[in-house]
């Protein structure tokens, strides 16, 4: 369904170490680098079909996270989940809602991880047992 998500980044060096980190346990390689014409740099995680972007804002304002949004990361099991996890928090970012772990909700088990990164972004890690 999707083609490819971007955030807002206001220090793209501190959110490439941050993605480095927290993307790497899930395989994704280092991103590709580019500068818009506009000048702004932009980081581009391409991975199984999917391209994941964190950019400057080209028009110049600070980045700012969504209000309810939530980019959710599709992890393989659930030390991976936990893994995604202890990387944001050990990368710059912020633990958030209830610790890691399964939870059972409408759609079944789950196991989940919720953190922001260092711009605010919320990000969840999930799995689901089959």
Excluded: W
């Amino acid at each position: 369904m999707f083609n490819h998500i971007m955030v807002g980044s206001n220090d793209i060096e501190r959110s490439a170490r941050f993605y480095g980190a927290v993307l790497g346990v899930l395989g994704v390689p280092e991103p590709i680098r580019n500068q818009a014409a506009s000048g702004h740099l932009r980081l581009f995680y391409r991975h199984d079909g999917s391209t994941f972007c964190v950019s400057e804002p080209i028009d110049g304002a600070p980045a700012t996270c969504a209000n309810g949004g939530t980019i959710g990361f599709k992890c393989a099991s659930a030390e991976q989940v936990q893994a995604f996890h202890d990387a944001a928090v050990a990368a710059g970012g912020t633990s958030i809602e209830d610790p890691p772990g399964l939870r059972n909700g409408s759609l079944g088990p789950m196991h989940l991880a919720y953190v922001r990164d260092p711009d605010g972004n919320k990000l969840c890690a999930i799995h689901r047992p089959k």
